[in-house]
T-cell receptor, first 113, second 112 residues
Framework: NAGVTQTPKFQVLKTGQSMTLQCAQDMNHNSMYWYRQDPGMGLRLIYYSASEGTTDKGEVPNGYNVSRLNKREFSLRLESAAPSQTSVYFC????????????FGQGTRLTVV | QKEVEQNSGPLSVPEGAIASLNCTYSDRGSQSFFWYRQYSGKSPELIMFIYSNGDKEDGRFTAQLNKASQYVSLLIRDSQPSDSATYLCAGPPVLGYNKLIFGAGTRLAVHP
């Protein structure tokens, strides 16, 4: 039972490079999320997708784009990476609504030099 | 103002004591809250969920929700060194209820 799978686990980028973080869930969840985590900042919501075909901005969307490819997959793209985007990125999913638990992937540690 | 606020700590308690973690929220209409635990280098995992006023107990953990005062707390009884982790409070705002907004997290250290 895989749950939420993120790739890659680690990545080093040079400033200005682009990359896409992949996330897939096998729990038939409707909602998917991308967070970043910096020391002392908790989890900050970048973008989320309440259901297949919809995406919405979270707390810190600047510099990112997302695609909800299908019900299973939700990708996060950095078009022109900046050192300020050095962080740990988590993908999460849940059925949706107010009372359902979110399940997290194992995280991607991204360093932009 | 962030929608969910937590004191980032660290909170240090001796083994066997009660650890009290607190969270306040700004959206008066918020209905439900989650407490996640995150060990260093790992992903968050759910430990408690509460949606009604009052207390909810699960083993050594008790979640408390006070909607009038807009705070939610987590009590850990008989704290163990294995409880040392960061505890994150999260809730969906009323508008945009499919969002899930986290606080900054409180780092708990339980010392023998």
């Amino acid at each position: 039972n895989a749950g939420v799978t993120q790739t890659p686990k680690f990545q080093v980028l040079k400033t200005g490079q682009s990359m896409t973080l992949q996330c897939a869930q096998d729990m038939n969840h409707n909602s998917m999320y991308w967070y970043r985590q910096d020391p002392g900042m908790g989890l900050r919501l970048i973008y989320y997708s309440a259901s297949e075909g919809t995406t919405d901005k979270g707390e810190v969307p600047n510099g990112y784009n997302v695609s909800r490819l299908n019900k299973r997959e939700f990708s996060l793209r950095l078009e022109s990476a900046a050192p300020s985007q050095t962080s740990v990125y988590f993908c999460a999913s849940r059925f949706g609504g107010t009372n359902t638990e979110a399940f997290f992937g194992q995280g991607t540690r991204l360093t932009v030099v | 103002q962030k929608e969910v606020e937590q004191n980032s700590g660290p909170l240090s308690v001796p083994e066997g004591a009660i650890a009290s973690l607190n969270c306040t929220y700004s959206d008066r209409g918020s209905q439900s809250f989650f407490w996640y635990r995150q060990y260093s280098g790992k992903s968050p995992e759910l430990i408690m969920f509460i949606y009604s006023n009052g207390d909810k107990e699960d083993g050594r953990f008790t979640a408390q929700l006070n909607k009038a005062s807009q705070y939610v707390s987590l009590l850990i009884r008989d704290s163990q060194p294995s409880d040392s982790a960061t505890y994150l409070c999260a809730g969906p705002p009323v508008l945009g209820y499919n969002k899930l907004i986290f606080g900054a997290g409180t780092r708990l250290a339980v010392h023998p």
